[in-house]
């Protein structure tokens, strides 16, 4: 079992780009999270989702897109790159009212 | 919305004594209550959880205890060492399988 993986682990990105964070999971997880953490802070949820084909948006979507066409797959997109989306992302995954399970995050930096 | 509370935000022991971490909630129908340790570059990772039907659960130097009255819960580490210095966050669940995460709280273990 690999768990939650995230790539890439790092990554600088010019104002202005585009690119997007991949999340898997091979735990047959039905809900999928996005979280962002800022030096010293908690956790953000930007979005999630409950199911294949199901996303939501949670308390910090704007500059960022989602979509789960698998189970096991949920990417976040982000437009238009700017310098307050340096952060480190988190996947997280698990089934409801259980241990979420966490990949190992994503180092964003936009300059 | 469900609020979670989480006090304090720093705290520093010596090697030896104990730490208490407490969550506050607001949603009378939160029935599980993880919290989760997250070492510096790293995932949080779950380190004790507890269902409404408990009011305490140990696992080794840990332990979580639960007053669904007054809507806390607590996480306690007695004979601290270096190695529990990390960054520890409670978190409650919310509708459609979402959670909320405490903001957080650094424990800082001196020697």
């Known amino acids: 079992n690999a768990g939650v993986t995230q790539t890439p682990k790092f990554r600088i990105l010019k104002i202005g780009q585009s690119m997007t964070l991949q999340c898997t999971q091979d735990?047959?997880?039905?809900?999928m999270y996005w979280y962002r953490q800022d030096p010293g802070m908690g956790l953000k949820l930007i979005y999630y989702?409950?199911?294949?084909?199901?996303?939501d948006k949670g308390e910090v979507p704007n500059g960022y897109n989602v979509s789960r066409s698998t189970t096991e797959d949920f990417p976040l997109r982000l437009e238009l790159a700017a310098p307050s989306q340096t952060s480190v992302y988190f996947c997280?995954?698990?089934?409801?009212?259980?241990?979420?399970?966490f990949g190992q995050g994503t180092r964003l930096t936009v300059v | 919305g469900e609020n979670v509370e989480q006090h304090p935000s720093t705290l520093s022991v010596q090697e030896g004594d104990s730490a208490v971490i407490k969550c506050t909630y607001s949603?009378?129908?939160?029935?599980?209550f993880p919290w989760y340790k997250q070492e510096l570059g790293k995932g949080p990772q779950l380190i004790i959880d507890?269902?409404?039907?408990?009011g305490e659960k140990k696992d080794q130097r840990i332990a979580v205890t639960l007053n669904k009255t007054a809507k806390h819960f607590s996480l306690h580490i007695t004979e601290t060492q270096p190695e529990d210095s990390a960054v520890y966050f409670c978190?409650?669940?919310?509708?459609?399988?979402?959670?909320?995460f405490g903001a957080g709280t650094q424990v800082v273990v001196t020697p």
């Open positions: 989702s409950v199911g294949a084909g199901i996303t």
């Open positions: 507890i269902r409404s039907n408990v």
């Open positions: 949603d009378s129908a939160s029935n599980y």
């Open positions: 735990m047959n997880h039905n809900y």
């Open positions: 997280a995954s698990t089934r409801v009212n259980t241990e979420a399970f």
């Open positions: 978190a409650a669940p919310l509708s459609w399988g979402k959670f909320q």
